[in-house]
């Protein structure tokens, strides 16, 4: 498990408790569904691939993310993004 922490100002977290009956259960809760989002992208690209390629597919969409990741078929944001402003842009 990974603990995560953020950090808002008094207006914001007004705001938050505005539309939120819990801040901290909304934040969790965007977390979780972007996470599951994330997740459903990955078991999408790794099972076309997998198929595609004869590649046994793992039996939990926690083992195939963490088999994209080994196989090189899926990137951190931050390593696409490091790659891409390293990158100059061709005429």
Same mark, same amino acid.
């Given at each position: 498990?990974? *603990?995560?922490?953020?950090l808002? %100002? *008094?207006t914001?977290h007004q705001?938050? /408790? +505005?539309?939120?009956? $819990?801040v901290?259960e909304?934040a969790d *809760?965007?977390? !979780?569904?972007?996470a599951? $989002?994330?997740i459903? #992208?990955?078991?999408?690209? +790794?099972?076309?691939?997998?198929?595609? /390629?004869g590649v $046994?597919?793992?039996?939990?969409?926690e083992?195939?993310v963490? #088999?994209? +990741? #080994?196989?090189?078929?899926?990137?951190?944001?931050n %390593?696409? *993004?490091? !790659?891409s402003? %390293?990158?100059?842009?061709t /005429?």
């Open positions: 498990m990974k *603990n995560l922490t953020i808002i %100002s *008094n914001e705001a938050l /408790e +505005y539309v939120a009956v $819990s901290q909304w *809760n965007a977390v !979780t569904v972007r599951l $989002s994330a459903n #992208d990955i078991v999408q690209i +790794y099972t076309t691939r997998a198929l595609n /390629e $046994s597919i793992p039996a939990t969409r083992l195939i963490q #088999d994209a +990741y #080994d196989r090189g078929w899926i990137q951190t944001a %390593s696409v *993004n490091a !790659t402003v %390293s990158t100059p842009l /005429e």
